[in-house]
């Protein structure tokens, strides 16, 4: 089904932290950005989560963190064809189209949410979502 339109809908969008800490800044120190990447499922309302982390550190300590979400709607024909036995498989192209909408979201959200204050320089780079989902996406059903 990788070739094959999928049909999905954007249902929603959550800003689901955003914290900054001004004493863990020191200006002209090296900045670090770790990323977390989370997807989650709700079966009966065939829904997909997806779940971005960005926290820009220094000397390990956290000092600007965003987390947002995308929920996406799936179809029944597409859920029902990922759907083998007891888990659902998401192709990888299209687990990294919906990853890219919600990276992108983020970066705006976190333009927003600073704009006015000292951390508006600190932006999303472009993040290549193929080097972070590698693979199809499986969920277990029976756990």
Known sequence: MENKKIGF???ALKTEQFASF?????EG???DLKTGLEFKINVEDKNVGVFVTFTFEQSKKAFLKVQVSG???ITEEAFNEFSKEDKIIFPKGFMC???MLVV?????ILHAKTEGS???KFL????DVTKIVSDDIEFHLSE
């Open 9 to 11: 809908a954007l249902v």
């Open 22 to 26: 001004e004493e863990n800044y020191k």
């Open 29 to 31: 120190k090296k900045v």
């Open 71 to 73: 929920h996406f709607s």
């Open 97 to 99: 189209h919906l990853t």
């Open 104 to 108: 992108s979201s983020a970066r705006g």
């Open 118 to 120: 000292n951390f508006n």
């Open 124 to 127: 999303l780079p472009t993040i």
